[in-house]
């Protein structure tokens, strides 16, 4: 006889009562699935006394039935650690409670059959949670047996410091030889920065002959762009940098969400403009911009190995890949390149680029370790003209937690102006590197 | 027009006469500190312990509410208390003065201590608050009240004349808006042709400038006795461009810019013009705020606050015509750039409505404008506007005096 899977069965002519059964048995599954939705969530009790009073019961309970003793028996000084499940219905139960040595990570058993026999009092006051409470870390929820996603404060507060190294500084003084600088006053909402180039569009450090001064703040960021020419630019320059000329920017960036437009408007004191080439006084420039990108910042575990210890008895641990942070960034980028000449003090536009070439899309990946000790930042935009760009920032001496040693890296590829033209204007600002040194306090 | 404004602050200061005392105790401000957290993940998670564990572990603690996503939410630290596991001594949420409070007793049930400590650290967004320290709740109302020029707003949902605002549902830190009038940058809804799109954060609002004629918004012309919905139609380029707005460290700013002509062919595109069009490719201005009058913790009064700044302008005057064989076309770039100054002012927050908000700005050699709002209920306002261009070129394309009547409507949901 053939075996005739459920598949099939369902497939066959004329056997509807099956088909409305197994329909039936999904959908109060799944209705099922949905109303028992619960949030598991654990802490450890801070209140002594009931910490006690709950260990004591159960100790005197525990000395009724010898055979259930054993050494991971809990201490009457203990800690405790509670679990609980909250039903989507409101109905909350009892998860799990475990005991832990105080000052030390090690936890003794609780019988789960044993609780069930204390006073339902006592197990209600233990629920209520109306006493003083700890939150538990990663580690321990996992311990009691909470292994799913659990939103924790802990994370939260290693986010915001990934957030804030990448967005402003994570510390109240951040100097760089690169020219980025941030003074951010201790506990205060806001701070100055000051950024060389056009970093958030993808030409940084040496590529823009800019600097951008302004305030800063957990959301927000507006500055005054100026021109700016470093006296050394020509040493560490093999491409043409863009021209630099009076203007703004105004930035944004929140957890999940951020954003900036940048002017700049050759026609203010353009008596001041000082041309890359004095033969032609041409100028490259980006009159606009704006960016809109997701962003978001993920923790990541520290990867080791066990490795074999030659002169010493036992295994060893080698770290591989530090805890750290990861920040993300990814979005759409817009920015017009403009090329003109800068005749009698008159401005004159020869060519932009198109809507089309002027949209590029942006990903930025960075990475920063718990203890700050490296740090990393990749931005690339992709587009008729891609850019890219690398800071790397390492702390060398231990006990100069202070400094910082890392470089910069920029590069694009050229733009041609006018091509179908007689006289094509290309405008290459090739590579771009930057040995740095950053101070942090 | 001064006249009008004298008045006005007589009323105010006749107002400041009665207040009354709140049930909810006010807090010393030499014991206690008070911010109000604005960072969403660390409001969410707030939420999350009050409305989603605590208030289903105790359904029958009615004192301690729900937080809904507009509720401002303000953290009160003790300065007399050292131990870090008891600085945080209250947390208040509400709107519009009703505030529920969380006190110290619950705070450690609902808070684990290392939130609590987290919270402490400030080590996120946050704005200062004074709230917490009004003896009553009009005092309360008027410490937290966001005037008409503000970026942000408590409300879920904004319509008016000038500007619609919404917040998102998932996201109410986030809001979409379009404006149709720039009354801070000196012109009243529909005359530039464009309309800006952006995103509204906290303090920041950034976004698109976009070219739209469809709003054609009929302003009363005072010289001519008539309406008109086509004032600048005729002469004002308009295109595609960027604005913003901040609010950061007491300085409050608006920048707008466009794109501009630069061959015959993109002016032809416009439906009418005379021999010349303008192009406003720069408009901003930089102020910051001084509180002239404003409610003490024990004494109420209206709000006065003056934004003394500088204000900036550009606009490009082109030919329709030229000589260019390729058709570039040449212009002349006319600049405004001078003080700026506001004065805000809004009426004493009593028992209900109706709430005065007005403002007098002046931009030298520029513009004025006057600007009344009457709050007739807590969702409805009233808005009529008075415009006065002094600058001849500007007279070119705008009336001497223009009156524009508008309306706002604050909703929730």
């Not at chain 1, 290693?158 to 006053?185: C, G, H, Q, Y």
């Given at each position: 006889?053939?075996?005739?899977?459920?598949?099939?069965?369902?497939?066959?002519?004329?056997?509807?009562?099956?088909?409305?059964?197994?329909?039936?048995?999904?959908?109060?599954?799944?209705?099922?699935?949905?109303?028992?939705?619960?949030?598991?969530?654990?802490?450890?009790?801070?209140?002594?006394?009931?910490?006690?009073?709950?260990?004591?019961?159960?100790?005197?309970?525990?000395?009724?039935?010898?055979?259930?003793?054993?050494?991971?028996?809990?201490?009457?000084?203990?800690?405790?650690?509670?679990?609980?499940?909250?039903?989507?219905?409101?109905?909350?139960?009892?998860?799990?409670?475990?005991?832990?040595?105080?000052?030390?990570?090690?936890?003794?058993?609780?019988?789960?059959?044993?609780?069930?026999?204390?006073?339902?009092?006592?197990?209600?006051?233990?629920?209520?949670r109306?006493y003083?409470?700890?939150e538990?870390?990663?580690?321990?929820?996992?311990?009691?047996?909470?292994?799913?996603?659990?939103?924790?404060?802990?994370?939260?507060?290693?986010?915001?410091?990934?957030?804030?190294?990448?967005?402003?500084?994570?510390?109240?003084?951040?100097?760089?030889?690169?020219?980025?600088?941030?003074?951010?006053?201790?506990?205060?909402?806001?701070?100055?920065?000051?950024?060389?180039?056009?970093?958030?569009?993808?030409?940084?450090?040496?590529?823009?002959?800019?600097?951008?001064?302004?305030?800063?703040?957990?959301?927000?960021?507006?500055?005054?762009?100026t021109?700016?020419?470093?006296?050394?630019?020509?040493?560490?320059?093999?491409?043409?940098?863009?021209?630099?000329?009076?203007?703004?920017?105004?930035?944004?960036?929140?957890?999940?969400?951020?954003?900036?437009?940048?002017?700049?408007?050759?026609?203010?004191?353009?008596?001041?403009?000082?041309?890359?080439?004095n033969?032609?006084?041409?100028?490259?420039?980006?009159?606009?911009?704006?960016?809109?990108?997701?962003?978001?910042?993920?923790?990541?575990?520290?990867?080791?190995?066990?490795?074999?210890?030659?002169?010493?008895?036992?295994?060893?641990?080698?770290?591989?890949?530090p805890?750290?942070?990861?920040?993300?960034?990814?979005?759409?980028?817009?920015?017009?390149?403009?090329?003109?000449?800068?005749?009698?003090?008159?401005?004159?536009?020869?060519?932009?680029?198109d809507?089309?070439?002027?949209?590029?899309?942006?990903?930025?990946?960075?990475?920063?370790?718990?203890?700050?000790?490296y740090?990393?930042?990749?931005?690339?935009?992709?587009?008729?003209?891609?850019?890219?760009?690398?800071?790397?920032?390492?702390?060398?001496?231990?006990?100069?937690?202070?400094?910082?040693?890392?470089?910069?890296?920029?590069?694009?590829?050229?733009?041609?102006?006018?091509?179908?033209?007689?006289?094509?204007?290309?405008w290459?600002?090739?590579?771009?590197?930057?040995?740095?040194?950053?101070?942090?306090? | 027009?001064n006249k009008?404004?004298?008045?006005?602050?007589?009323?105010?200061?006749?107002?400041?006469?009665?207040?009354?005392?709140?049930?909810?105790?006010?807090?010393?401000?030499?014991k206690?500190?008070?911010?109000?957290?604005?960072?969403?993940?660390?409001?969410?998670?707030?939420?999350?312990?009050?409305?989603?564990?605590?208030?289903?572990?105790?359904?029958?603690?009615?004192?301690?509410?729900?937080?809904?996503?507009?509720?401002?939410?303000?953290?009160v630290?003790?300065?007399?208390?050292?131990?870090?596991?008891?600085?945080?001594?209250?947390?208040?949420?509400?709107?519009?003065?009703?505030?529920?409070?969380?006190p110290?007793?619950?705070?450690?049930?609902?808070?684990?201590?290392?939130?609590?400590?987290?919270?402490?650290?400030?080590?996120?967004?946050?704005?200062?608050?004074?709230?917490?320290?009004?003896?009553?709740?009009?005092?309360?109302?008027?410490?937290?009240?966001?005037?008409?020029?503000?970026?942000?707003?408590?409300r879920?949902?904004?319509?008016?004349?000038?500007?619609?605002?919404?917040?998102?549902?998932?996201?109410?830190?986030?809001?979409?808006?379009?404006?149709?009038?720039?009354?801070?940058?000196?012109?009243?809804?529909?005359?530039?042709?464009?309309?800006?799109v952006?995103?509204?954060?906290?303090?920041?609002?950034?976004?698109?400038?976009?070219?739209?004629?469809?709003?054609?918004?009929?302003?009363?012309?005072?010289?001519?006795?008539?309406?008109?919905?086509?004032?600048?139609?005729?002469?004002?380029?308009?295109?595609?461009?960027?604005?913003?707005?901040?609010?950061?460290?007491?300085?409050?700013?608006?920048?707008?810019?466009?794109?501009?002509?630069?061959?015959?062919?993109?002016?032809?595109k416009?439906?009418?013009?005379?021999?010349?069009?303008?192009?406003?490719?720069?408009?901003?201005?930089?102020?910051?705020?001084?509180?002239?009058?404003?409610?003490?913790?024990?004494?109420?009064?209206?709000?006065?606050?003056?934004?003394?700044?500088?204000?900036?302008?550009?606009f490009?005057?082109?030919?329709?015509?030229?000589?260019?064989?390729?058709?570039?076309?040449?212009?002349?770039?006319?600049?405004?750039?001078?003080?700026?100054?506001?004065?805000?002012?809004?009426?004493?927050?009593?028992?209900?409505?109706?709430?005065?908000?007005?403002?007098?700005?002046?931009?030298?050699?520029?513009?004025s404008?006057?600007?009344?709002?009457?709050?007739v209920?807590?969702?409805?306002?009233?808005?009529?506007?008075?415009?006065?261009?002094?600058?001849?070129e500007?007279?070119?394309?705008?009336?001497e005096?223009?009156?524009?009547?508008?309306?706002?409507?604050?909703?929730?949901?």
């Open positions: 006889m053939r075996k005739v899977n459920i598949v099939e069965r369902l497939l066959m002519k004329n056997n509807y009562r099956l088909t409305k059964k197994v329909i039936l048995i999904l959908f109060l599954s799944l209705g099922i699935t949905f109303t028992q939705t619960t949030e598991m969530t654990g802490w450890i009790v801070n209140d002594t006394e009931l910490s006690k009073e709950f260990l004591s019961a159960y100790l005197d309970t525990l000395e009724n039935y010898d055979h259930l003793m054993s050494d991971q028996d809990p201490q009457r000084d203990d800690n405790l650690i509670v679990s609980i499940d909250i039903n989507r219905d409101g109905l909350i139960k009892l998860r799990k409670i475990k005991s832990q040595i105080p000052d030390e990570k090690v936890s003794n058993t609780v019988i789960d059959s044993l609780i069930s026999k204390l006073a339902p009092s006592l197990i209600e006051k233990i629920i209520s109306k003083s409470w700890t538990l870390n990663k580690d321990e929820l996992i311990e009691i047996g909470i292994r799913q996603e659990v939103r924790n404060i802990f994370q939260e507060r290693s986010a915001k410091t990934t957030r804030d190294a990448f967005w402003w500084t994570n510390r109240e003084f951040d100097m760089s030889s690169d020219l980025r600088f941030v003074i951010r006053p201790y506990k205060s909402t806001w701070g100055i920065i000051v950024e060389q180039g056009l970093p958030s569009l993808g030409y940084d450090i040496l590529s823009s002959r800019t600097i951008s001064i302004g305030v800063i703040n957990e959301i927000t960021k507006v500055g005054l762009i021109p700016w020419i470093l006296p050394y630019e020509s040493a560490l320059l093999s491409g043409r940098p863009l021209d630099g000329f009076w203007g703004f920017n105004l930035g944004f960036e929140t957890q999940y969400l951020g954003g900036e437009i940048t002017y700049q408007d050759p026609s203010i004191l353009t008596d001041g403009f000082k041309p890359y080439d033969n032609t006084n041409s100028f490259f420039f980006i009159p606009i911009s704006a960016n809109i990108y997701y962003s978001n910042s993920f923790a990541l575990r520290e990867r080791s190995k066990y490795i074999d210890s030659k002169n010493r008895f036992g295994t060893g641990k080698k770290q591989i890949f805890s750290g942070n990861l920040s993300i960034k990814a979005g759409l980028s817009y920015r017009q390149l403009s090329h003109g000449n800068v005749i009698d003090n008159k401005i004159i536009y020869l060519n932009h680029t809507l089309l070439d002027s949209f590029r899309f942006l990903f930025e990946l960075g990475y920063i370790t718990d203890d700050e000790a740090s990393i930042n990749s931005r690339v935009f992709f587009g008729s003209q891609t850019s890219s760009s690398l800071t790397f920032d390492k702390r060398f001496i231990n006990s100069a937690k202070f400094l910082k040693v890392g470089f910069r890296l920029n590069w694009s590829n050229s733009v041609t102006f006018g091509e179908s033209s007689e006289n094509p204007q290309i290459e600002p090739k590579l771009v590197f930057m040995p740095t040194i950053t101070v942090v306090f | 027009m009008f404004f004298i008045a006005l602050l007589m009323f105010a200061s006749l107002c400041g006469q009665d207040e009354t005392k709140s049930t909810l105790k006010s807090l010393d401000p030499r206690y500190e008070s911010w109000t957290v604005e960072d969403q993940k660390y409001r969410i998670r707030v939420e999350e312990l009050i409305n989603t564990q605590y208030r289903l572990i105790h359904p029958e603690d009615s004192l301690v509410s729900d937080i809904k996503s507009n509720d401002k939410l303000i953290i630290r003790s300065l007399l208390e050292n131990n870090p596991n008891k600085q945080l001594y209250e947390i208040w949420y509400g709107v519009d003065g009703n505030y529920t409070i969380v110290r007793e619950k705070i450690s049930w609902i808070f684990g201590t290392e939130f609590q400590k987290l919270i402490i650290e400030k080590n996120y967004f946050f704005l200062e608050s004074d709230v917490v320290f009004h003896s009553s709740e009009q005092g309360r109302i008027a410490n937290s009240f966001q005037n008409i020029n503000e970026i942000w707003t408590q879920s949902l904004i319509i008016s004349t000038e500007r619609i605002l919404a917040k998102l549902p998932q996201r109410p830190d986030l809001g979409i808006a379009i404006n149709l009038s720039q009354p801070l940058l000196g012109y009243p809804k529909g005359v530039m042709n464009t309309i800006d952006g995103l509204v954060l906290r303090l920041a609002e950034i976004g698109i400038q976009v070219p739209f004629k469809g709003y054609s918004y009929p302003t009363y012309s005072i010289k001519e006795s008539k309406f008109s919905s086509v004032i600048g139609d005729k002469n004002i380029y308009s295109g595609f461009g960027g604005y913003g707005r901040f609010n950061l460290v007491g300085l409050s700013g608006n920048i707008s810019v466009q794109s501009y002509p630069t061959n015959i062919k993109d002016i032809n416009i439906e009418s013009f005379k021999d010349s069009i303008y192009v406003s490719t720069l408009k901003g201005n930089v102020s910051s705020k001084i509180n002239i009058i404003k409610s003490e913790f024990n004494s109420l009064k209206p709000t006065i606050s003056i934004y003394p700044g500088l204000y900036f302008q550009r490009g005057k082109y030919s329709n015509t030229t000589n260019d064989i390729n058709g570039n076309i040449d212009h002349r770039n006319i600049n405004f750039s001078n003080f700026y100054g506001r004065v805000e002012y809004t009426s004493l927050i009593k028992r209900g409505f109706p709430r005065i908000e007005s403002f007098y700005q002046i931009m030298v050699n520029h513009s404008l006057f600007s009344l709002t009457l709050n209920s807590e969702n409805l306002g009233i808005r009529l506007d008075h415009y006065t261009y002094l600058d001849t500007l007279k070119n394309f705008m009336p005096s223009v009156l524009d009547l508008g309306f706002r409507l604050k909703l929730d949901y």
